[in-house]
């Protein structure tokens, strides 16, 4: 008896901990932590969240639905993101983390290989029984405690922005640019690679640096497989990419335990930061050219530079609330004119002639290239309701200026968050805005050729 009421008294201490630990929006203070000690300094802390989407796209020009129809709009309910972290310090010198889940499932794709059943052989995997796969896998010593701790692993302490390391729970907005992880899912896994790292606080200033070996990816640069138009494509290579982030805390610090950038603090606490930050791969690129009777290989350097500002501010404590700004300029040189297309869940993989859409079906658009980027967002949190609920709108613009692109674009997102319990519990309503482009058959340039739209509805919560 003796024991059960020891073990129902210590789940007790620990649900009425995390319910504590949760108003706040810094990662590190939510969760489920169980402590090892009575004083607390070892412990296991665990973290899940689910965000699920339900959307209503309207689809590039050219884009068929699985029969092969046209369809020029789309509605779908998916898995955006599907995770469960957990991490340790069994001494204040040593931690480690596990980080694993799903991201991007929807009814036609996401799922995993060999799955059996309606969308599983036309539409390759199919959305059914996706496979889990690690996001995070490191641990760290501390060499000086809070000023200088080392790690290895599969790490997301990443270079050029505040919002390359954005965590995934907080985020003023529905969701990312995209844009701000500038190698997703080509020589990262899920914005991670592999690597030695180095992070502290040092004053005022919060340093993240690393030496990453990233995966392979692309094409082996030979005249075989490059055309020789110029345009650079990601190729194999084992050279070591490096990279880091410095930002300057004029007002509140922040916790830098973990990597995961916080979005918005809800008027918490007043955070005033510069930022800049770099990532560098040689060889990361190649591109081909015709030279008299022959074809060169040109290798290009990857080279992605950062520099932000982030303010978030209380306005009125009392009421609740609150302002946040946050703006960054990009300038990412991958070689000359490239290009990727990205579109978050998007449905449609059939092939679209480049006269009618340049990024494809669905809702593909030019995310990641040779040039400039500016993105800029602004929220505004109104006063606490009486049953702790809030409203958050807001307000997103980018520009964009890539090289292999005639004509530079402005798009923005529009959006709402209900907090229902700060960022634990909430949902967001988001109008997206996208510019398409399309090829001019006529001189071989890429012209802007209007704009498509798409609402999103997501439901976010984590414990």
């Known amino acids: 008896m003796k024991k059960g009421k020891h073990l129902t008294t210590a789940l007790l201490a620990a649900c009425l901990s995390t319910s504590a630990l949760a108003q706040s929006p810094d990662n590190y203070g939510s969760g489920l932590k169980l402590d090892l000690n009575q004083d607390g300094t070892k412990f296991v802390r665990f973290i899940m969240w689910h965000q699920f989407w339900t959307t209503y796209t309207q689809n590039n020009p050219g884009t068929k639905d699985v029969n092969g129809d046209p369809q020029s709009s789309t509605m779908d309910i998916g898995i955006r993101r599907s995770r469960f972290l957990a991490y340790s310090q069994i001494s204040p010198r040593f931690l480690i983390l596990t980080h694993w889940g799903i991201n991007n499932v929807s009814f036609i794709n996401g799922g995993g290989a060999g799955t059996l059943g309606t969308g599983a052989s036309a539409t390759g995997q199919g959305g059914k029984r996706p496979q889990l796969y690690i996001h995070d896998a490191w641990s760290e010593y501390?060499?000086?405690?809070?000023?200088?701790?080392?790690?290895?692993g599969l790490h997301y302490w990443n270079g050029v922005s505040r919002l390359s390391s954005a965590s995934t729970l907080n985020f003023m907005t529905m969701d990312a640019p995209i844009f701000n992880w500038y190698n997703i899912e080509a020589t990262d896994q899920f914005a991670r690679q592999f690597g030695i790292y180095a992070k502290g606080q040092v004053g005022r200033l919060d340093y993240r640096v690393s030496v990453n070996k990233p995966y392979v990816y692309g094409v082996s640069p030979t005249k075989a497989n490059i055309k020789p138009d110029g345009i650079a494509v990601n190729a194999f290579t084992e050279k070591a990419a490096f990279s880091g982030y410095f930002d300057w805390a004029f007002k509140d610090k922040e916790n830098n335990i973990l990597p995961y950038f916080v979005g918005t603090y809800l008027g918490k606490k007043e955070v005033l930061n510069i930022g800049a930050g770099f990532y560098t791969q040689a060889?990361?690129?190649?591109?081909?050219?015709?030279?008299?009777?022959?074809?060169?290989i040109d290798k290009h350097t990857q080279t992605c530079i950062g520099v932000d500002f982030f303010w978030d501010k209380p306005l009125n404590k009392a009421k609740g609330t609150?302002?946040?700004?946050?703006?960054?300029?990009y300038n990412y040189?991958?070689?000359?004119?490239?290009?990727?297309?990205?579109?978050?869940?998007?449905?449609?993989a059939n092939t679209v002639a480049p006269t009618e859409s340049f990024a494809g079906a669905g809702n593909l658009q030019p995310t990641i290239g040779t040039g400039s980027i500016w993105y800029t967002q602004v929220g505004y949190k109104f006063p606490n309701m009486k049953n702790g609920s809030s409203f958050m709108p807001y307000v997103t613009t980018t520009y964009k200026d890539f090289n292999r692109l005639a004509a530079s674009s402005f798009q923005y997102d529009l959006g709402l968050n209900y907090f229902v319990s700060g960022h634990n519990a909430k949902i967001t309503l988001q109008y997206t805005n996208r510019p398409i482009y399309k090829l001019n058959s006529s001189n071989g340039t890429i012209d802007r050729d209007g704009s498509k739209g798409e609402f999103v509805i997501q439901t976010h919560i984590f414990l």
């Not at 501390?142 to 290895?152: E, N, S």
């Not at 060889?283 to 060169?296: C, H």
């Not at 609150?322 to 300029?329: F, G, K, M, R, T």
Request: charge should be positive; proline fraction near 2%; charged fraction near 10%.
């Open 322 to 329: 609150a302002l946040s700004i946050y703006s960054v300029y």
């Open 333 to 348: 040189n991958f070689g000359p004119n490239y290009l990727r297309n990205i579109g978050i869940l998007n449905l449609h």
């Open 142 to 152: 501390a060499v000086v405690k809070g000023k200088l701790h080392i790690g290895t």
């Open 283 to 296: 060889n990361a690129t190649a591109s081909a050219r015709v030279s008299g009777a022959d074809t060169l």
